[in-house]
């Protein structure tokens, strides 16, 4: 529909009936706020049920919620969690995010071995970042991270399309 806000009510009506392609996109609508306000609590909400009901899409957005701690607390397990349920369906993004939680060890154990396993397998359908990780290049993270500057209790955001160097303050 040209109208944004009749295309949330159609899906919000597909969503409320189950079905998972309408509630991953009813999530991104209420993400990105088209044709309503923009709600991360209810894509959260509509994203995990997605997710849920085997949408892989969903789960790699829930996955990024859960690392960014938008529409609900940060939770780096769970990011893992659904992370891994995309990125073993062939969900190249989520492959690269994944290997990143094991580079970090943030959710799961630390394991280059994993973090290098992951990222071939995005690298393999393309996923550049991944590439510039196996090849021990910086590369943007794969969701917005913050990162604390020691001794200064400062905190910096870092978001995806910018590299994780350490940083430097002049």
């Known amino acids: 529909a040209a109208d944004p806000v009749m295309a949330a009510q159609l899906?919000?009506?597909?969503?409320?009936?189950?079905?998972?392609?309408?509630?991953?996109?009813?999530?991104?609508?209420?993400?990105?706020?088209?044709g309503r306000a923009k709600d991360s609590a209810m894509a959260f909400f509509w994203y995990?049920?997605?997710?849920?009901?085997?949408?892989?899409?969903a789960a790699a957005r829930l996955g990024i919620l859960y690392a960014e701690g938008r529409g609900t607390a940060k939770d780096y397990m769970h990011a893992a969690t659904w992370f891994r349920r995309?990125?073993?369906?062939?969900?190249?993004?989520?492959?690269?995010?994944l290997g990143?939680?094991?580079?970090?060890?943030?959710?799961?154990?630390?394991?280059?071995?994993?973090?290098?396993?992951?990222?071939?397998?995005?690298?393999?359908k393309g996923v550049a970042e991944a590439s510039a990780r196996l090849a021990g290049r910086d590369a943007p993270p794969p969701f917005g991270i913050v990162v604390s500057v020691p001794g200064t209790g400062e905190a910096h955001?870092?978001?995806?399309?910018?590299?994780?160097?350490?940083?430097?303050?002049?």
């Open 157 to 170: 955001a870092v978001a995806p399309g910018a590299a994780d160097r350490p940083l430097t303050l002049a």
């Open 100 to 124: 990143f939680l094991y580079d970090r060890g943030l959710g799961v154990v630390a394991d280059a071995g994993e973090a290098r396993r992951w990222w071939q397998q995005a690298s393999d």
């Open 48 to 57: 995990d049920s997605a997710a849920s009901r085997g949408s892989i899409p």
């Open 86 to 97: 995309a990125a073993e369906a062939g969900d190249a993004r989520a492959q690269y995010a």
């Open 11 to 34: 899906l919000e009506e597909a969503a409320v009936q189950g079905y998972a392609d309408g509630q991953y996109r009813l999530a991104m609508i209420n993400e990105e706020g088209r």
